[in-house]
């Protein structure tokens, strides 16, 4: 397994907008919760196209993680105050979701809407 997508831990205490996550080469990633759910990857949001695409959220309600779940040994899922859940994140596109100002940086960093 490629350590760059090993999760080792994640924090997302309650009352916060931002989790991170602890990954296996070292790197602490930085997650506001607007590019979790803005991102979300379930059907539901971005329906059966293939293309992700950010979908804005204006409800504070919207961006509180109450639950996270790991699935299997590739992925977290995400449970968020208004019940939503289905969004299966692996490893490997939560680290490009990286918001710290390392990844933020990198030519290998997808485009992401400004905040």
């Known amino acids: 397994m490629d350590r760059r997508t090993q999760c080792k831990a994640v924090r997302s205490p309650r009352g916060t907008k931002v989790t991170e996550n602890e990954w296996g080469d070292g790197h602490r990633g930085v997650y506001p919760h607007v590019i979790l759910r803005g991102y979300c990857p379930c059907a539901g949001c971005q329906g059966h196209e293939g293309t992700i695409k950010f979908i804005e959220v204006t409800d ?14 590739y992925a977290l899922r995400f449970e968020w105050f208004d019940g939503h859940g289905s969004g299966i994140f692996t ?4 680290r490009a979701l990286c918001q710290c100002p390392e990844c933020k940086k990198s030519d290998e960093h997808p485009p992401l809407p400004r905040m």
Do not use: H, Q, R, S
């Open 60 to 73: 504070g309600a919207m961006l509180e993680i109450v639950d996270i779940e790991p699935t299997g040994n």
């Open 91 to 94: 490893f490997k596109y939560l």
